[in-house]
């Protein structure tokens, strides 16, 4: 029985998304080694990789959850649990933590009200704490989505965080 017709736990009905993950699955099931570009995938359609949805791979393409599971958990661009509509990213590479990064992720956790790999009460922001990101000369480093603020001071980050709450208004 395919997911088409079935309900869908993440969105209480028949969901539209996965018609794109049976897409997916179409493109990449004969293809030896895809499990990586079909997590991929699914996190695209869904921001996450949603719990049923990767049982639902496991059925489709016989693979172990086990095995879905190790990898998704392995790779840290996966993510198993919802994401907030921004990601802030603080660089914790060795320039950034030396010029501060650790003060400014624990301000932005302040502020936000919300600990370092969590998402705020409202879905807005997910805050993490990153590794280098190779801007060693600009640090202290965050990213919003895919913005880059580089040479990040205290002062600087409630005109940040006030950017993306002012686009929700």
Known sequence: ??????????EGT???R???????????KDVKGG???LLHGIQSIYGYLPEEIL?????ELDIPMSEIYGVASFYHFFSLE????????VCMGTACYVKGGQTILNRISQDLKVAVG?????????LEATRCVGACGL????????KVYSKVRLDDITEILNEYMEGES
Do not use: R, W
């Open 139 to 146: 640090a202290p480093v965050i990213s919003v989505d895919d």
């Open 55 to 59: 049982q639902y791979v496991s059925e």
């Open 35 to 37: 499990l990586i570009p």
């Open 18 to 28: 996965i018609k794109k993950v049976d897409e997916v699955i179409e493109e990449i």
């Open 14 to 16: 028949i969901d539209e």
């Open 1 to 10: 029985m395919s997911m088409n017709e079935k309900k869908c736990c993440c």
């Open 118 to 126: 969590n998402t705020t009460e409202d879905g807005l922001f997910t």
């Open 82 to 89: 919802p994401k907030g509509k921004h990601v802030i990213k």
